[in-house]
């Protein structure tokens, strides 16, 4: 682990849809799916800092499944198809528009975290020497 050395600054969409790394673009993110690891195993970044919340899935939400949706509504409405069809098309599109997107959201959130320095608000007292 090489933490005193330094890196350049890697734009997190670059890295984060991959699931590197936002320090050194190397590292995984991810263990499995949607599972964290506890640090980069090429520059030793401690990953503790991630805390993306429901924000991958906020965005799915809106972007991907409500647009899903809305196209298994209008193909009801407008062919009234059987029931198979919804299980054949509608069902793998749902599926696929909401899940697929989850891994690299999650990462691009987690590297913009790291890019942009967020981090929970603070109260800063006079004389802090964090401040
Ligand atoms: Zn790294």
Known sequence: MSQDRTYPRLEPWKVGVKGRCPRCGKGHLFSGFLAM???CEV???DYS???PADGPAFFVVCFACLPA??????LEVAFEPSFWVHIFVSLPVIL???ILPLR???GWLVASQFYHKAEE???VMR???RD
Do not use: M, Q, S
């Open 96 to 98: 696929l528009t909401c």
């Open 121 to 123: 608000g603070r109260l």
């Open 104 to 106: 690299p959201l999650k």
């Open 69 to 74: 949706v809305l196209f298994t509504v209008w």
């Open 43 to 45: 520059c030793g970044l």
């Open 127 to 129: 004389g802090d020497p």
């Open 37 to 39: 690891r506890e640090g």
């Open 49 to 51: 800092y991630a805390d």
